[in-house]
């Protein structure tokens, strides 16, 4: 049964840093590329950011650039998210995805597996 888990949430001001962390068992997580999402209420569901299953290439969407960096340790079956310079727009659940089916990294349909979910609130 395959578990993905985050963590590391919280409410942090604008211009803080938040370490986002998802571990996943029971599957082999070096094997697949994963991402990262967040869905704002009332909103739809937006890729944040996808990492190859090496680690060697990663994505980005355009509003995180430069301020978020996403990583894995394959040794420990974790992929982390590094958010930094904070903004109240960035206020949402953020859900890690597991086994990329190939494809537009940023469409949720080809992620197999999700977590539950960690809210992060951006206070201005």
């Known amino acids: 049964q395959v578990q993905v888990v985050e963590s590391g949430g919280g409410l942090v001001q604008a211009g803080g840093s938040l370490r986002l962390s998802c571990t996943v068992s029971?599957?082999?997580?070096?094997?697949?590329?994963m991402g990262w999402f967040r869905q704002a209420p009332g909103e739809e569901r937006e890729g944040v950011s996808s990492i190859s299953s090496s680690g060697g290439t990663t994505y980005y969407v355009d509003s995180v650039k430069g301020r978020f960096t996403i990583s894995r340790d394959n040794a420990k079956n974790t992929m982390y998210l590094q958010m930094n310079s904070l903004k109240p727009e960035d206020t949402a659940m953020y859900y890690c995805a597991a086994y990329y089916l190939g494809g537009n990294w940023y469409d949720p349909s080809r992620y197999n597996y999700w977590g539950q979910g960690t809210q992060v609130t951006v206070s201005s």
């Open positions: 029971g599957l082999s997580f070096a094997d697949y590329a």
